[in-house]
Every structure is written in C-alpha cells, then in structure tokens.
C-alpha cells in the first residue's frame, strides 16, 4: 500500500489540539491560564470552519469546555506538553478513500532537559485509534512541525532537526531523505540549514521549519523574511531566500518565493529576540488561521494570504502567548485529511 501526505490545503475532515496543562513549558498558574485562553481562541476560529477535537489531561475537561464553548469535541487521555503539531500523527491518504497514520518517535523535541514525553509518546497512536486507522511506525525521531510538504512529491527539512544529535544521531540526509519518503509519499526533499534564531531558546525546537518557510500551493513556497539588520534573523533569512530561489520540486519547476515580512517587532518584554513568524498559519477547510502579533506588519501579511488564497477566509488569531511557550498557531494545530 502506498500512502502520501496530503497537503494542508486539501479538505480536512477535522482539527486536532491538545490543552495545556500543568509542565515545564508553564511556570505558574497565570502563564497556564494565559496559555489556556491562547489555546481556546485558535480552537473556536478553527472551529469556523471545521470540526476541532480537544485531547485533554485526566479532570481537565469542566475547565477546557468552558473556554472552549459547546461546539467542540473533548477527549481525555494523559498529556505532557500541548503542540499537537508535534506529538499528534501524520495523517497519510492511499488515493482510494484510506487514512492511516504515521506514528514518528518523539522524545521531546531533541531530548531536551526541561521536556517530559512519557505520555505524549503515546498521542499519536492514541489519536490513530480514535480515528479508527492503522499505524505506520517510523523509527526517524521526528515532529509534524518539522516537515512540510506540497501534496506533489516535495518535502521541505532542516538540518538541526531531522540531523540532530539529540534526535537521530549517526543519521545521514540519505537515511533520513529514504525514511521520510517511504511515509510520506514524497520524492524530492528540500533542505534548510537551520531555523530561526529564538528556536534555539529554551522552549525552542532547534530549527522546526513550519515557522520558516511553508507551501502555499504546488511550486510557491512562503518564507519568513526578517528585512531588519538588527536582529539576527536578517541574515538567515537571505540565506532561506537564496536557497529556494535556487531550488527545483519533485517536479523540476523552479520554486516561485513570495516573502512574507517579518513582524516589526524584534524583541519581547525580556529584552529577548522575536521569532514571531506569520508563516506559522494554519489552513482548514475555506480559511486561513493566521498568527497576529498587535504588530504594524499583520495587515500586510493578511493582505499577501488573501491575495494567495482568494477562496478563504483570513482570520488573524493573537499568537503572542503561544510563541512565548515556543511555538504558534500551525504548533498546536494538526489536520486529520478527509478521504
């Protein structure tokens, strides 16, 4: 049986999250309580335009259905973290009206210090069986955040991620380009030298691509473009720019780069650099879910997403609270395709 990834544009048959609950990535009640609200805003806009399920901790279910309303679906399994994009399934189709799931090894992000994964290991084929599908298990130690593809052969990687030492060490492009065919579908892989530079933070993921470059449609590819000298990013992002522009996909078309500005903000209240990135959007079924920062540069980047997808509607979401726990709308978000 061959299966392929779908690409997000394609018609879902629902939303995947998972709720934030007590760990690292929260140091108090408060920061929990914000991220709960942040969580339950991107859930009720997806919900506009399609089904969202919730997989929450055990007795965490009374406080997530009242911010998240009456309309969305609530499941409880046990739960570390809360980015569903990285500890959820890979949904993959076989042409023919089935739907399996990928089930990639995660051990929190590079086996980072801070993470715990003992339960969220185990999201991905938990979520496979609700769902009622098989699962294709992967020996790559990989996050859905971390690949993306075109839904025509094309995957995009990033060296520190799939090349990691703290994920699949002794691992060469030719293993990991091999593997992530064989469950995706894909052909030709794309790789990026590394993410944006916050990602190496704490609560960082060591370069996920979701927040640096992603396909809007076959042989267009968005990317985060940091046009500031100031801040670090700026360099980095002639360094995607360059590699793309020169890139071909699976199928020899030379990729067409539109450049999303980075938000005008280059630092938080801590004095940190920003990787806020309006490339972490989330397409669903007639909208675009759409990172918005209080920031000069959303209604420019709202403009370019309604210019690339005419059809949809541009819903900007607040994703400050999420980025401050190390991640954004696409993170916590992950689309079951419908067959």
Not at 118 to 135: F, G, M, N, S, Y
Not at 295 to 304: Q, Y
């Amino acid at each position: 049986m061959t299966y392929r990834m779908p690409p997000e544009w394609a018609p879902h048959e629902r939303t995947w999250m998972a709720w934030p609950g007590p760990n690292p990535t929260f140091s108090n009640d408060t920061e929990l309580a914000a991220a709960r609200t942040a969580w339950a805003s991107v859930a009720r806009a997806v919900r506009r335009f399609e089904p969202v399920t919730m997989v929450h901790g055990p007795g965490q279910g009374a406080g997530a259905r009242e911010l998240l309303g009456p309309d969305i679906d609530l499941v409880e399994r046990d739960l570390d973290d809360a980015w569903m994009r990285d500890i959820g399934p890979t949904f993959v189709t076989d042409g023919a009206g089935g739907l399996a799931a990928v089930d990639w090894v995660f051990n929190g992000w590079g086996a980072q210090e801070w993470a715990r994964w003992e339960h969220d290991t185990k999201i991905a084929r938990q979520v496979a069986d609700l769902c009622a599908v098989p699962v294709l298990s992967s020996a790559l130690v990989n996050e859905g955040g971390a690949i993306h593809v075109d839904g025509e052969g094309t995957v995009l990687l990033t060296d520190t991620v799939q090349l990691g030492a703290g994920r699949n060490p002794g691992w060469t492009r030719e293993r990991v380009e091999a593997e992530v065919h064989a469950r995706l579908g894909t052909s030709k892989a794309i790789w990026l030298p590394h993410g944006l530079t916050a990602d190496y933070g704490t609560y960082g993921t060591q370069g996920h691509v979701d927040i640096v470059a992603a396909f809007a449609r076959p042989g267009t590819v968005l990317v985060h473009t940091q046009r500031d000298p100031a801040h670090p990013d700026h360099a980095r992002s002639r360094t995607y720019l360059e590699l793309l522009r020169g890139a071909t996909d699976a199928r020899g078309r030379r990729l067409e780069v539109v450049e999303v500005p980075a938000p005008a903000v280059l630092r938080d209240a801590h004095g940190d650099w920003v990787d806020y990135s309006y490339i972490n959007h989330y397409l669903c079924n007639g909208g675009v879910v759409l990172c918005a920062f209080d920031d000069p540069h959303d209604e420019v980047a709202a403009d370019i997403f309604r210019r690339l997808f005419p059809a949809r509607t541009v819903l900007p979401v607040d994703a400050r609270t999420i980025f401050a726990s190390g991640g954004g709308i696409h993170c916590v978000t992950q689309q079951q395709p419908r067959v």
